[in-house]
C-alpha cells in the first residue's frame, strides 16, 4: 500500500504535464496538435474496439503491437550481446581496436535511414531485415561505451588480474565485464529508447504491420490524432522497458551502488 | 619488426580495415551474391563519392549540414551536461522529473518532424531543435552514470575542507564525470550528424546533405548516389569523432595515463 | 523562413507581399515552377520566389500549415486527404496531368503476370500508401473484376523498385518517369499496364496550393503568382524542349539525355473543378474519402 | 573543544549489521594531540569519520564547540587513511595542495607560496609540478599531509598518517606536525598502529577495545618538552607508557570488550 | 631463482623524465626471503612490479628460474602496496581471496575452503561474506595477504603488506608468512619500512638508495631459528643487523646514491 502511494507521489508530473498540454492545445486549436483528449479517444478506436473474448484489442492492436516489441526486443538483446562483446575486445586489445575503430565510427555516423537498401539488399524485407536494420542503428553505444568501459579499467586490478595468471576468459568475465559494467549499462539505456526509434524506421520502408507502419499508415492518412496516439503509445513502451530495465539494473549493478554511496 | 611498428599507426590499420570491407563489398556483388541492382558495386559508389568531392553544390551542402551539427551539438552539451548534473545531484529532481524523460526519450525524433513541421515556421530552427532533442539523451544518460561512478572519498576530502556542495560539484564530480560525458558527447556527435540529415531529408529546404538526397532521389540510380553520400557521411563522422578522441587524449591525460592499456 | 515581416505592406506594385518562399518536388510536374523563375516572369509580376525542395506532398502540406512555406506544390490526392483532415488549402495553379503511359505497373522481365487479373494475392510497391498509386493500381484492379484487398500494397522509394522486382520482394511496382525508362533499361522489365486509363485517364495529378488565410491576406499576391505560372505552363504545354532544358538543372537525376526520351504528363493551362472533382469522386469512391469534397470550394472566391 | 558522547554506530542493518562503535565517550581539549590506537578493524576510522560529520552516526552525539556536528565543521582537515584515493588525479600535486587554501581567501601567488613551503616540509620540493599518480605510495602520502598542514586547520584528524613512509621520513613527519601544532595552536586526533609513535607525538593515548569499539585506556603523556626523537624516546616514563598502552591495545585483542576507565 | 642484472627504469622522457632505477644486481636464491628497505620514494615499488612483469624496464633484465620475464611469470603472487584498489568491488571478500585459485584448477568446494581457511589465518573468519569496501583498511590489506597466501605461489612480492595493522597483528602476520613459507618453499621478496621487521622475517636485507635506486647494503641475517617475536628480537645479532640496516638505510638519505657493496 505504501509502497503503491510512493509510486503515485513520484508520478505526480505526469497528471500536471497533461492538464497543461489539454488547456494549451485546446486554446491554440491547431490540427496538428489535437488535445489528449483526442488522442485518446482516437488511441482507443484504434486499438481498443475489438471484441470482448479478444480483452477488447482490436485486430490492428494484435497486428502491429506484438510484432513491433518482439523485433524491438529481438534486436536489443542482439545489439546488447554483439555489442558488449565486440566493445569489450576492442577495449582490451589495442591492435583490434586500430583496426576496427576507425570503421566503427565511420559506420555509427552514417543514418540508418539510408542504409535501408543495404539491409533490404541483404535480407529482402521483412522480420530479419528489421531486426538488423535495428541491431545496427543501437549498437552503438553499447559497443563504445563497453569499450571505453573496457579500456579504462584502474590498471591496478589489470595488474592484479595478470599477477595471479588469470585466464583469458577468466579476466573477461570476473573482470573486465563487472569493471565495464557501469558504462555498458549507460551505454544499454541508451540504446533502449533508440531501438524504439530503429523499429519505427525500419517499418517504414516496405512494410506491413507494425507500430511504425501504423504510425506511416496514420500519416498517410492524414489522421493527426492517430499519429499523436501512436507516439504516445511509443512514449509508453519506452517508458515501461525503461522502468525494467532500471530494475535489472539496480540488481545487477548493487555492488556498485553501494560501493559507491556517500553518507 | 617494421611489421610490428606499422600496426602501431592507427591510419594504416584503418586503412587496412577499410579495404579489406572493400574487397569483401565488391567481391559479393562481382559474385553476383547480391546483384549490382538490388545493391550497386562498392566500386561504383567509391567512384560517385569521389565525383561527389568535386562537386560544389555538394559541398556547400555538406557545409550547411556541418554548420546544422555543431551548433546542436554545442547547445546539446549546453543543456544536457547541467541538467545531468541537477538531476544526478538532486534526487527530489529526478524522481520528479523521471517519468515525463522517460517518456519522452524514446519519442523517435523522426516520428516528431511531420509535427515539428507544424510548429515551427524556421526550418533551422526545426533543424537545431530536433539536434538537441536527440543529441541530448546520451550525454545525459552519460552523465547521469558518471555522477554516480565518482569516488565518494574523493567528494569527503572536499567536504572535509569544508566545501560546499557545489564546489563539491565543480571540483570533484565534474572532473572525475568528464570522461564519461566525453563518451556521451562522442555518441551524441553522431546522432546530431544522422538527426541533422534525416531532418534535411524528410522536410525540405535549399541547402544540406538531406536536400542534397532529395534531389537525387528522382535518380533511376538515386540508390548509387545515396550510398555515396552515405560514405561521406560516414567520413565526417569518422574525422569528426577522431578530433573528439585527441581532445579527450589532451584534456583527460589523467585519467588514461592510469588506466590505459599499455 | 517563409514571411518577411518588412516587405508585406507597401510596394511599387502594390502587391501585399512579394517575397515567396515555395516548395517544389524535383520531378517533372514543377518544371513551369522553374521555368518562371528563370525567365523572369516571377519578377515580372514584382514577386521573389524562393523555391525550396521538398520530399513529398505530405510534408510539404505540413510545413506550409506550420507557416515555414506560403505555396507548395503537392498533388492532389493529398490535397483532398489534408481537406478531410480539417485543414484548409487552396488550389491556386495547375501544373501536371497523366498523359497514357506516364505512370505504368511494371513487372520483372519472365514474370507469370500476364494480365492485371493475375495480381490477385501479390504484392505491388506504390511510393506512398494511400495515394494516386494505391488510387489508380485500385482502378486497374477493378476493371479486372478485383479490389484492393485482393493485393498487399507496400511503400517503397521509385529508385528502389527495380531492386524489389528483382529480388522478387514484389511481384509488381507502379512507376512514373524517369524510373520507368530506366527499369526497362536496367532489367528489362515489362509494363502490365497503363494505369491512367479509363476513369483515371487525363487524371489530374500535380498543383499548386496555399492556405485559404494566405489566399485571403494576399489576394494580389497570389494573382500575380497565378500569372507568372499560367504564362511558364504555357511554354510547357506547348515546348517539350523547353522542359527537356529546364529538368536537368533542378533534378540531379534527370540528365538532358534520359529528358529527352521520358514520357512526360501535360501542364494544364488552366484551372478547372470539374477535372479536379474526379479525383475527390474516385477517392470517395474507393473509400480514401469519407465524404464528398466539392472541389470548388478549394479554389479562390469560394469558402469551404 | 571536542566532546564526544555515548556515540555508536552500525553498518548496515538486519542480520548482516555491525556494530562498529559500542558508546564513545571522549572530550579533547583545544590545543590537545590525542592518538587513539586499537586493533585493527575495531572502529578508529569511524570514530573520526564521525567527528569530521562524514558519517552520520546512529547514536549519540558529537559536541565541536559548543555545537552538535551535523555537517562537516568548519576549519577542519583530514588525512585520510586511504590517501591515494583522496588526491585529486587531474590536478598536480601542487594544485591538490593549494586547492583546500581556496577556503581561506588567498589569493592565488600565496596559495602557491602556502603549497610549496609545505611540499618542502614533507620533503617533496621536486614534486610539486608532477601529477599524483606519478608518486610512489609515501609521497602520496606526504602530499596529503602536506595539504592538511599547510591549511592550518583548528582541528586536524589523521588516520595513520605515517603508514607508507622508511623510518627516519616518518620521525621527521612526527616532528613537523608537533612544531606545526606549537606554531598555530592546532587541536590534533591522530589514529596510529605504531604505539612508539602515539607516545612520543601525543598528549593523550586513547586506547579502543575490539568491535564493537569501546574506550579501555585513556592515558596522559607527560613527557618533558619539546620533545626529541632520541631523548625522548629514552626517557623511562616513555618506556613506561608504552609497554602500558601496549598491555591494553594486547590485551584487548583477547578479552571481550568491556570499558573500565 | 631470481637474477637481476644492471636493472634500470625511467619514467617518462624528455625533461620531465624521471630515472627511479640506477642499475640493480640482485639475485635471490629458491626458498630465500629477502626484505628491501629504502627511502620512501627510492624505486622499491618499480622494482617489484619490474620482477612481476607489470612494468617494462627500460633497460637490464629480470631473469626467472633461467628465462627472461617478458610477461607475468606463472606461479606468482603479489601484495600490493595500495592493497584496497587491488581488490575487486564486485566480488565478496571469499570470492576475492578464491579468484586465483581457479588457476589451480580447484574446484569450487575446495576453493571455498582454501579460502575461508586462508582468512581465518588472518583474523577475518567474520568477514568472508562482505564486500571489500565493507571493510576497514587493516582488514582490506589482510584481505589481500590471504589472496596471496592461499594461492601459494612459487614467488610471492610483498609490498609493504604489514603497514596498515596494528602491532600484534603484524607480528601474527610475520610469523603467518615465515610459517607458510615454510611449508611450501616459496621464494619471497618483501618490501617493508620496518627496519626490526626487516630483520625479523628476512635471510636477507637488501637497502636501496635515493633516486636512482642503487644496493647500498645486502645484508645476510643469521639468526637462529625457528624465529619468535620475543626471544629473536632480544638476540644480539638482531639488535646489531637492525642497527647497521638502520645506519644504511639513514646514510643513503643525505648522501648520493653510489653502490659499494
Ligand atoms: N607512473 C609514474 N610516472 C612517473 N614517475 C613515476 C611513476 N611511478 C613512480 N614514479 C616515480 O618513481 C619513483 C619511484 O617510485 P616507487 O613507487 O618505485 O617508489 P617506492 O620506493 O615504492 O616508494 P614508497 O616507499 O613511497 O612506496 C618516485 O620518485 C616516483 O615519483
Ligand atoms: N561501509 C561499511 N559497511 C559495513 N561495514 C563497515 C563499513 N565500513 C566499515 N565497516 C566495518 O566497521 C568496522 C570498523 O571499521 P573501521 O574502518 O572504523 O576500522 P578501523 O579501526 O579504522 O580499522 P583499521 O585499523 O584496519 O583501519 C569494521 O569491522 C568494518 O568491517
Ligand atoms: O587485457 C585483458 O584481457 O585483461
Ligand atoms: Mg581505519
Ligand atoms: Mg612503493
Given at each position: 500500500m505504501n509502497r503503491v502511494l510512493r509510486a503515485a507521489g513520484r508520478l505526480w508530473a505526469v497528471p500536471v504535464v497533461l492538464v497543461v498540454w489539454e488547456l494549451v492545445t485546446r486554446a491554440a486549436e491547431n490540427l496538428s496538435f489535437p488535445p489528449p483528449t483526442t488522442i485518446a479517444a482516437s488511441m482507443y478506436e484504434m486499438w481498443l474496439t475489438g471484441p470482448a473474448e479478444r480483452l477488447w484489442l482490436t485486430d490492428a492492436a494484435l497486428e502491429n503491437i506484438p510484432a513491433s516489441i518482439g523485433r524491438l526486443l529481438a534486436g536489443w538483446v542482439l545489439a546488447g550481446v554483439i555489442g558488449t562483446a565486440v566493445g569489450l575486445v576492442l577495449g582490451r586489445r589495442p591492435l583490434y581496436f586500430r583496426f576496427v575503430d576507425p570503421l566503427v565510427q565511420f559506420a555509427r555516423a552514417i543514418p540508418p535511414p539510408m542504409l535501408l537498401p543495404f539491409f533490404m539488399a541483404l535480407f529482402a524485407i521483412g522480420p530479419q531485415m528489421q531486426i538488423n536494420v535495428i541491431v545496427f542503428g543501437i549498437i552503438w553505444p553499447v559497443l563504445i561505451n563497453a569499450a571505453e568501459g573496457a579500456r579504462h579499467i584502474d590498471r591496478q586490478y589489470v595488474d592484479t588480474a595478470r599477477v595471479f595468471g588469470l585466464s583469458l576468459k577468466q579476466r573477461l568475465f570476473l573482470l573486465v565485464l563487472p569493471a565495464a559494467m557501469p558504462k555498458i549499462f549507460a551505454g544499454l539505456r541508451v540504446s533502449l529508447s533508440l531501438a524504439l526509434i530503429l523499429m519505427v524506421i525500419s517499418e517504414l520502408v516496405g512494410s506491413t504491420d507494425g507500430i511504425g507502419f501504423q504510425l506511416l499508415d496514420a500519416q498517410r492518412s492524414y489522421d493527426l490524432p492517430g499519429v499523436w496516439g501512436t507516439i504516445v503509445v511509443l512514449g509508453v513502451l519506452g517508458y515501461v522497458l525503461n522502468s525494467a530495465f532500471l530494475a535489472a539494473e539496480r540488481r545487477v549493478l548493487s555492488w556498485h551502488r553501494t560501493a559507491k554511496q556517500t553518507t | 619488426m617494421i611489421g610490428r611498428r606499422l600496426l602501431d599507426s592507427k591510419p594504416l590499420c584503418g586503412a587496412l580495415g577499410a579495404a579489406g570491407l572493400f574487397c569483401v563489398l565488391e567481391a559479393t556483388g562481382r559474385t553476383g551474391l547480391i546483384s549490382p541492382i538490388v545493391f550497386p558495386l562498392a566500386s561504383t559508389v567509391l567512384g560517385r563519392a569521389a565525383e561527389l568531392a568535386t562537386d560544389a553544390d555538394f559541398l556547400l551542402d555538406v557545409v550547411s549540414t556541418l554548420g546544422a551539427w555543431a551548433l546542436g551539438l554545442l547547445l546539446t552539451v549546453m543543456i544536457a551536461v547541467p541538467a545531468g548534473f541537477v538531476l544526478g545531484t538532486l534526487p527530489r529532481a529526478e524522481t520528479a522529473l523521471r517519468p515525463v524523460l522517460e517518456f519522452l526519450r524514446p519519442i523517435p525524433s523522426l516520428a516528431l518532424i511531420p509535427l515539428a513541421l507544424a510548429l515551427f515556421s524556421d526550418r533551422f530552427d526545426m533543424k537545431i531543435t530536433l539536434i538537441v532533442y536527440a543529441a541530448t539523451w546520451p550525454v545525459l544518460m552519460n552523465t547521469l552514470y558518471g555522477l554516480k561512478d565518482v569516488d565518494p572519498l574523493a567528494k569527503e576530502t572536499l567536504r572535509s575542507f569544508g566545501f560546499g556542495p557545489l564546489s563539491v560539484l565543480w571540483r570533484v564530480s565534474l572532473p572525475s564525470t568528464a570522461p564519461f560525458v566525453a563518451t556521451g558527447v562522442r555518441l551524441a556527435s553522431a546522432i546530431a550528424l544522422i538527426v541533422a540529415i534525416s531532418v534535411e531529408l524528410l522536410a525540405g529546404g535549399s541547402d544540406g546533405i538531406g536536400v542534397f538526397l532529395i534531389e537525387v532521389?528522382?535518380?533511376?540510380?538515386a540508390m548509387v548516389y545515396i550510398i555515396a553520400t552515405a560514405i561521406w557521411a560516414g567520413v565526417i563522422g569518422l574525422v569528426t569523432d577522431s578530433l573528439f578522441v585527441l581532445a579527450e587524449r589532451r584534456i583527460f591525460r589523467w585519467h588514461t595515463a592510469r588506466t590505459e592499456v599499455v | 523562413g517563409g514571411s518577411d515581416a518588412k516587405t508585406d505592406t507597401a510596394n511599387a506594385s502594390g502587391l501585399e507581399k512579394t517575397k515567396i518562399t515555395i516548395g517544389a518536388l524535383?520531378?517533372?510536374?514543377?518544371a513551369a515552377l522553374y521555368i518562371a523563375n528563370k525567365r523572369g516572369f516571377f519578377q515580372k509580376e514584382g514577386l521573389t520566389v524562393d523555391i525550396q525542395v521538398v520530399q513529398g506532398g505530405a510534408q510539404a502540406q505540413q510545413s506550409l500549415f506550420g507557416g515555414s512555406l506560403d505555396a507548395t506544390q503537392t498533388n492532389y490526392v493529398s490535397t483532398f486527404l489534408a481537406t478531410a483532415a480539417g485543414n484548409k488549402p487552396k488550389i491556386i495553379s495547375d501544373l501536371y496531368q497523366a498523359t497514357p503511359n506516364s505512370f505504368n505497373l511494371m513487372v520483372a522481365?519472365?514474370?507469370?503476370?500476364?494480365?492485371?487479373?493475375?495480381?490477385?494475392?501479390k504484392k505491388i510497391a506504390v511510393n506512398s500508401l494511400r495515394n494516386i498509386g494505391t488510387l489508380s493500381v485500385t482502378s486497374v484492379l477493378k476493371t479486372h473484376?478485383?479490389?484492393?484487398?485482393d493485393v498487399e500494397f507496400l511503400e517503397f522509394p521509385f529508385p528502389d523498385m527495380a531492386g524489389k522486382l528483382e529480388q522478387g520482394v514484389v511481384d509488381a511496382a507502379w512507376m512514373t518517369e524517369p524510373h520507368l525508362t530506366a527499369v526497362q533499361k536496367n532489367i528489362g522489365a515489362q509494363k502490365l499496364a497503363d494505369t491512367m486509363v479509363d476513369s483515371t485517364a487525363d487524371f489530374p495529378i500535380a498543383g499548386v496550393i496555399v492556405t485559404e488565410d494566405f489566399a485571403a491576406k494576399n489576394p494580389k499576391t497570389v494573382a500575380a503568382f497565378q500569372r507568372a505560372v499560367a504564362e511558364a505552363q504555357k511554354i510547357s504545354a506547348a515546348d517539350r524542349k523547353a522542359v527537356e532544358e529546364i529538368l536537368p538543372t533542378y533534378t540531379k537525376g534527370i540528365d538532358a539525355a534520359t529528358a529527352a526520351v521520358i514520357t512526360l504528363g501535360t501542364f494544364p493551362t488552366s484551372l478547372d473543378a470539374t477535372r479536379l472533382q474526379r479525383v475527390a469522386d474516385l477517392m470517395l469512391e474507393q473509400g480514401l474519402l469519407k465524404s464528398k469534397i466539392e472541389a470548388k470550394s478549394l479554389l479562390l472566391g469560394n469558402s469551404g | 573543544m571536542l566532546e564526544i558522547s555515548n556515540l555508536t554506530h552500525t553498518y548496515?542493518?538486519?542480520?548482516?549489521?555491525?556494530?562498529?562503535?559500542?558508546g564513545i565517550d571522549l572530550s579533547v581539549a583545544e590545543g590537545e594531540l590525542v592518538c587513539i590506537v586499537g586493533p585493527s578493524g575495531c572502529g578508529k576510522s569511524t570514530l573520526l569519520r564521525s567527528i569530521a560529520g562524514l558519517l552520520r552516526p546512529t547514536g549519540g552525539q558529537v559536541v565541536l564547540n559548543g555545537s552538535p556536528v551535523e555537517q562537516t565543521p568548519d576549519n577542519l582537515a583530514v588525512v585520510f587513511q586511504d590517501y591515494s584515493r583522496s588526491l585529486f588525479p587531474w590536478m598536480s600535486v601542487a594544485d591538490n595542495v593549494s586547492l583546500p587554501l581556496r577556503r581561506k581567501g588567498m589569493d592565488k601567488k600565496r596559495r602557491r607560496e602556502a603549497a610549496l613551503e609545505a611540499l618542502e616540509q614533507v620533503g617533496l620540493e621536486g614534486a610539486a609540478a608532477k601529477y599524483p599518480w606519478q608518486l610512489s605510495g609515501g609521497m602520496q602520502q606526504r602530499v596529503s599531509i602536506a595539504r592538511a598542514l599547510a591549511y592550518r586547520p583548528a582541528l586536524l584528524l589523521m588516520d595513520e598518517p605515517f603508514g607508507s613512509v622508511d623510518a627516519q621520513t616518518r620521525e621527521e613527519l612526527e616532528d613537523l606536525t608537533l612544531q606545526v601544532r606549537g606554531l598555530h595552536n592546532m587541536t590534533i586526533v591522530l589514529i596510529t598502529h605504531d604505539i612508539d609513535e602515539s607516545v612520543y607525538v601525543g598528549d593523550r593515548v586513547v586506547v579502543l577495545s575490539k568491535a564493537p569499539a569501546g574506550i579501555v585506556g585513556d592515558l596522559r603523556v607527560d613527557l618533558p618538552g619539546p620533545r626529541d626523537q632520541i631523548t625522548t624516546r629514552e626517557h623511562p616514563d616513555f618506556v613506561h607508557l608504552r609497554a602500558e598502552v601496549g598491555r591494553l591495545v594486547r590485551g584487548m585483542r583477547s578479552q571481550p570488550a568491556s570499558a573500565p576507565q
Open positions: - | 532521389g528522382g535518380s533511376p540510380d | 524535383p520531378i517533372p510536374d514543377s522481365k519472365d514474370s507469370s503476370i500476364k494480365t492485371p487479373a493475375d495480381l490477385k494475392g473484376g478485383l479490389t484492393d484487398k | 548496515g542493518s538486519g542480520p548482516s549489521a555491525h556494530n562498529a562503535l559500542g
